[in-house]
């Protein structure tokens, strides 16, 4: 258990000092250091995601710095496709979402390593915003992730927003999608004869959210490039070894 909270602080950690990419550590950790069965591992991962991202959203939208535009068009569509992934996880086996999981850690490290896209001026149509949203949702209802990797990229090229202001409403977003996506593990795991574990999951919350807040002060002190191309090795290792264990 020590290990795995060791885990959920580096998730918070991962959190604070990039915004992004924490998500993607929490099924790994509940998986490989728990022992947990990958269907509750997802579920348990949603509910975590969003309870991280919902209290470091809160100091945002307090001082402002939500876009409500692009909650509406990106953040709703995304909840609907988020509960469309869950809906149909229920057609794969545990291993095969694990192995998509591995993917998109592949994925996320692409988007890790790349250089932060300038935000573009004026808005750009809705309907390119909410098939965006209803895409990166129905990924984090399938494997469980955040995909701040992707929402944050998306809301400065697709929504026209600056950067500081990116993350606050990415945060926001990634909570009300998580929740959707939790709503409906929760019909899905009696199938299976598994149930969540939320003396856990709450504890992933408070340590995830602990780390979130010292990763934030680190974030002052760390180079932002070099922390991110370690971080986008590290997920190619983990994906790799995911791949392996799937296959």
Known sequence: MSLA????????????????GGSILTVPVLVYLLGEPPKQAIAESLLVVGGIALLGATPYALRGLVDWRNVLFFGLPGMAGTYLGAFLSRYVSGQVQLLVFALVMLLAAYFMARPLPLARGGKRKAWKIVLEGLGVGALTGFV???????IVPALVLLGGLPMHLAVGTSLLIIALKSFAGFYKYLHLLPEYGLAVNYPVAGLFIVVGFLGSLLGGRLALKVPHEALKRGFALFLVAMGVFIVAQSL
């Not at 909270?5 to 992004?20: E, H, P, Q, T, V």
């Not at 469980?144 to 992707?150: A, I, N, T």
């Open 5 to 20: 909270l060791l885990g959920a602080l580096l998730i918070g950690l991962s959190l604070g000092l990039l915004g992004s």
């Open 144 to 150: 469980g992730v955040g995909g701040g990797f992707l």
